[in-house]
């Protein structure tokens, strides 16, 4: 019954600023913790940020720290992660995910403030959007 829909990928330069967008349905924003992850090829997914629900704060990955905005709209199921100053570091599939449970949820704000692989802390997440960032 959770949906996760992401959009907002593209091609961007080194330097340019991408808005990432997620519609959310099948739950309740906020009595739930909403994330973003992505995944380059070859790699492990990686944590990027969260909005953790217990507190209302967003935590960050140390990569992306100070350079990419997590904001949601409980009104409209929305959550939008808003990348500036992007490196072709930032290159991968951006997902939208949720965690559920109150366990899920320590272990989603946990895994992304050292920027580790969240799988095992959201419950579902979206198809997920491409970022291309060039040189």
């Known amino acids: 019954e959770v949906q996760l829909v992401e959009s907002g990928g593209g091609l961007v330069q080194a330097g340019g600023s991408l808005r990432l967008s997620c519609t959310a349905s099948?739950?309740?924003?906020?009595?739930?913790?909403i994330g973003w992850f992505r995944q380059a090829p070859g790699k492990e997914r990686e944590a990027v940020a969260c909005?953790?629900?217990?507190?209302?704060?967003?935590y960050y990955s140390p990569s992306v720290k100070g350079r990419f905005t997590m904001s949601g709209d409980n009104a409209e199921n929305m959550v939008y992660l808003q990348m500036n100053t992007l490196k072709t570091e930032d290159t991968a599939v951006y997902y939208c995910?949720?965690?559920?449970?109150?366990?899920?949820?320590?272990?989603?704000?946990?895994?992304?403030?050292?920027?580790?692989?969240?799988?095992?802390?959201?419950?579902?997440w979206g198809q997920g959007t491409q970022v291309t960032v060039s040189a």
């Open positions: 099948g739950f309740t924003f906020d009595d739930r913790t």
């Open positions: 909005i953790y629900d217990s507190d209302g704060k967003a």
């Open positions: 995910a949720v965690a559920l449970s109150p366990r899920r949820k320590t272990l989603a704000v946990r895994t992304t403030a050292l920027g580790a692989d969240p799988s095992s802390a959201y419950d579902s």
